[in-house]
């Protein structure tokens, strides 16, 4: 058994003397682990690498090996800024725990190269929307995708500003106006809004996808939020500001 994939890395582990067993996002064999002998293949297996991985194994489900070739060296850009490395950080820490291994998710993928490519050129402000939209992607990839497309209530479409947390539907600001602290906060850019989204909508959609990542994805296999992605709400600042 052997392929060739496009392929992200999430993390690596020592294995011996000059070996690692690295666990890589790759397009179309999703998450997938395997040993990558000598030190010179090592040095591309920074997070966030980008790579052209050849796997060889003789069962699919066996660990096989990595030959590895470094396409895009970005994690030196995205270690150069607090900001970038925390949203790295959070990204391979919520890749790693929610997506099952050997599960293809192509359209996942291929965000998340523009998620990390504007992480190593863009500041905060700018790529912080991209990936809460990309923890969408991952909830509806996962079979647990958020319904903004009308009301739970009222099935009107416009001037949905809040999700439920059970369903995960949207809700109109007058059919939720009574129990508007039991919802949660939708921001505008995940409803398709042009406009440059502020600190406040960012803190929101960071909560409404960490809730329902912890919720549906995480907890009922018993896990918890990864700490780097807790981290990665202190960037958005406090919610007093």
């Known amino acids: 058994m052997e392929w060739t994939d496009h392929a992200i890395v999430l993390s690596s582990r020592r294995h011996g003397e000059s070996s690692a067993v690295a666990d890589l996002l790759t397009r179309e064999h999703g998450r997938h682990s395997g040993l990558v002998r000598g030190a010179r293949a090592r040095g591309a297996l920074q997070p966030g690498n980008g790579l052209s991985a050849h796997w060889r194994?003789?069962?699919?489900?066996?660990?096989?090996?990595?030959?590895?070739?470094?396409?895009?060296?970005?994690?030196?850009?995205?270690?150069?800024?607090?900001?970038?490395?925390?949203?790295?950080?959070?990204?391979?820490?919520?890749?790693?725990?929610?997506?099952?291994?050997?599960?293809?998710?192509?359209?996942?993928?291929?965000?998340?190269?523009?998620?990390?490519?504007?992480?190593?050129?863009?500041?905060?402000?700018?790529?912080?929307?991209?990936?809460?939209?990309?923890?969408?992607?991952?909830?509806?990839?996962?079979?647990?995708?958020?319904?903004?497309?009308?009301?739970?209530?009222?099935?009107?479409?416009?001037?949905?500003?809040?999700?439920?947390?059970?369903?995960?539907?949207?809700?109109?600001?007058?059919?939720?106006?009574?129990y508007a602290e039991k919802l949660l906060k939708l921001p505008a850019f995940l409803l398709g809004s042009q406009n440059y989204p502020d600190a406040a909508a960012i803190r929101a959609g960071l909560k409404l996808t960490g809730y329902f990542l912890l919720a549906r994805v995480l907890e009922p296999h018993g896990r918890q939020m990864p700490q780097a992605r807790a981290r990665l709400d202190a960037l958005a600042g406090p919610e007093s500001e």
Do not use: K
């Open 57 to 178: 194994g003789r069962l699919p489900e066996h660990l096989g090996s990595y030959t590895l070739e470094l396409a895009q060296a970005r994690a030196g850009a995205l270690m150069e800024s607090r900001e970038a490395l925390g949203g790295l950080n959070a990204f391979t820490a919520v890749a790693g725990a929610a997506l099952p291994e050997h599960q293809a998710y192509p359209p996942l993928f291929d965000a998340a190269i523009i998620l990390l490519d504007a992480m190593a050129r863009e500041d905060f402000a700018h790529w912080a929307p991209l990936y809460v939209r990309w923890e969408a992607g991952l909830l509806e990839a996962l079979g647990f995708g958020l319904d903004l497309s009308a009301c739970a209530a009222t099935g009107q479409d416009d001037d949905l500003i809040y999700v439920s947390p059970r369903s995960g539907r949207a809700v109109s600001r007058a059919a939720g106006a009574d």
